[in-house]
């Protein structure tokens, strides 16, 4: 049976539970703060969809934020103060780069040398769309090679890792990387728990912190980072799209504040020394607005939307999270798919395929050249916008079909694209704005959703954040869209919003203080079988007493408000007095209205290791069964449980996992 408990096993009585409930979060909360004093630098990596960066601080000085060493590499035209999110492993597997170094190294291999190399690009996405996510999930290199995902991922943080301590040894050759640094990863905030603890694993393989210290590592939750660093912001580091009409469907060049150019020039001088300055206290936007003050953040990046909703605490200015974060994988990506869709239809399905395979770093080059001109595309543009084809992708058309690339685009329907005698696609405006149209309609649609719900109304900002946010084409649909509901307000330098976010939120994880659960979260117990009540399937005879089996005890519901270092205990028994391990099944499911671990949309999502020590004659209970109470938090960022043995007091080894399943 599926974690068979007693009830009087797996439950605390009310009363004791809340006054033991209240104690411990204190001296939880009491611990974290002590132990946060002793990291002397936070740094944050950025790991997104299309480009990732690092970004750190000192705790002596948390007004000053200092972002990574300008990249090598990079295109012409676009600031590159983060780097591709592209690995380059060698023919045998092994490390060789990251970034801009990965993708031009890449680039520059002879095609047929090319197909042995592994290259990823955009992999994040993996860990986010993967249902049965384990340490043993493959990734798929361009070449079509696979490899374990927990390497790839291990082989980026390794990386930045190296990166960020060079860095800080420069600054301070007596730094301690083993102690003195807390690392923050952000993650989406509609990644679900096995994702969250995926990325906190391969940070462990990566020598980041040790698997001993795992408060020396934190997941950010993007939107979540975004929000905290807007509430630093001052009027001139924000645009505010609702303040003036969109002049030719590009953003207003002059920010909220009068005194722009002067801000302008701090900002240019503030890029060349990589150092930001933020706020001691809060930013001018955040000190107009009143206890109770709602606003959404929507994270618009590489690869997903992620939508928070936020609520001011005044006076102490911390957050809470007003409706459980969603978001979906529907972003900047959907506009790379749909290019690839629209090739597919000119040339071929097939031989888009067989490209792709024979000719990889052409494909990158050619992906890199539509990258280049998709943050040309404005709304209101008419001109057209030239893609250039790689030279290799023409040779190898005209050889594999018996034409060239002209006669293809003359004998398709797509006629919005032509052919440029310069060797390049011309592509009209409103075939640039078709590729949009799908993402940005979903990414509306989304956002939508949420202003409309009832517990989510009075909307006072929302906050357009992330890579995707510096297209003009989605500033102009979610200003035209909502514009009239709610001031519509981007943030200056967007794509590092939510890497400054991070090393603020490194610097203080309270700042957050209420969140809500994305699922309901419980175990399977027996209660006692009450007739008419609980079906006869479910029935079971123990010691002369009926039992109801597979009964879900939650822990918390989907969308419960819980506040950080709050806890849930329960209290187990071991079913022998020798017993060394305790194994609990978590059950998880996307709404509140479940009884049964059986019941639909109930699916075991975890696991809860308790490890024993051996007792002694003398501590061994003399009357009665060992307790050992399990105390679970779930205000935080990730999933967290601790144990204790009632009789001794001392502390149990505990573990929860949610990838083993």
Partial sequence: LPNPL?????????RPAKQKRSCISSKRNEARTQHHALFSVVVAIDFGTTSSGYAFSFSNDPESIHMMRKWEGGDPGVAHQKTPTSLLLSPDGTFHSFGYTARDYYHDLDPKEARDWLYFEKFKMKIHSSSDLTMKTELEA?????VQALEVFAHALRFFRLQAVQELKDQCPALSEKDSIRWVITVPAIWKQPAKQFMREAAYLAGLVAPQNPEQLLIALEPEAASIY???????????????????????????DSSFRQAREQLRRSRHSRTFLVESGIGELWSEMQAGDRYIVADCGGGTVDLTVHQIEQ???TLKELYKASGGPYVAVGVDLAFEKLLCQIFGEDF????KAKRPAAWVDLTIAFEARKRTAAPHRTNPLNISLPFSFIDFYRKHRGHNVETALKRSSVNLVKWSSQGMLRMSSEAMNELFQPTITQIIRHIGRSVARPDVKDIKFLFLVGGFAESSMLQHAVQSAFGSVCRVIIPQDVGLT???GAVLF?????IVRVRRSPLTYGVGVLNKFVEGKHPKEKLLVKEGKNWCTDILEKFVSVDQSVALGEVVQRSYCPARLGQRKIIINIYCCATDDVVYITDPGVRKCGTISLDLDELDKSSSPKRGRREIRASMQFGDTEIKVAA?????????RANIDFLSN
Wanted: hydrophobic residues 35%.
């Fill in 506 to 510: 490194g610097l203080d994880p309270t």
């Fill in 6 to 14: 007693h009830p009087a096993l797996s439950q605390v009585s009310k």
């Fill in 352 to 355: 888009i395929s067989t490209f």
């Fill in 644 to 652: 204790m043995d009632v009789r001794t007091s001392k502390t149990v």
């Fill in 142 to 146: 361009v070449n079509g090679k696979k």
């Fill in 315 to 317: 006076p102490q200015g």
């Fill in 230 to 256: 807007c509430r630093k912001l001052r009027l001139n580091q924000l645009t505010d799209l609702s303040c003036r009409p969109l002049a030719n469907g590009l953003a207003p060049e002059l920010s909220i």
């Fill in 498 to 500: 939510i890497l400054k």
